[in-house]
C-alpha cells in the first residue's frame, strides 16, 4: 500500500509529491531583475489544500532604502497572510 495513491488533478506527480503531501507544478511570476514569486499548492497529509509561496525582491543599493523596502514588504505579506487566512476559515454555523 502506498501513501501516493489518490493524486490530484493538479498534481505534479514526481519526486516533490511524497511524504504524504501533493504538490503541484510551480507557477512562476517573474519580473526579470526585480522580483520573482514561486507557487506550489499542496495538499498536506490531513488533506488540507495550501498555497505556497516563495517571493525574493531586489533591494535598493543602500543600506536606508533597502530597510524601508523591507519593512513595506512586511507590511504588505502581513496583510496578503492575514486576507488569504480570514478566507480560509470555515463556513459560519458549521462545527469545526
Ligand atoms: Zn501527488
Same mark, same amino acid.
Not at 8 to 18: A, E, I, L, S, V
Not at 46 to 52: I, L, T, V
Given at each position: ?12 506527480? !514526481? ?14 511570476? !517573474? ?44 507590511? !504588505? ?20
Amino acid at each position: 500500500m502506498t501513501r501516493r495513491a489518490g493524486h490530484t488533478d493538479w498534481c505534479g506527480r !514526481d519526486h516533490r509529491c511524497n511524504l504524504g503531501e501533493h504538490r503541484s507544478d510551480e507557477l512562476v511570476v !517573474d519580473l526579470p531583475g526585480r522580483a520573482r514569486a514561486v507557487l506550489v499548492r499542496v495538499r498536506t497529509a490531513a488533506g488540507r489544500d495550501h498555497a505556497e509561496i516563495r517571493l525574493r525582491v531586489a533591494l535598493a543599493p543602500t543600506e536606508v532604502a533597502a530597510r524601508r523596502q523591507l519593512v513595506g514588504l512586511l507590511a !504588505d505579506v502581513r496583510q496578503a497572510v492575514t486576507r488569504a487566512g480570514i478566507a480560509a476559515r470555515p463556513a459560519a454555523g458549521r462545527a469545526g
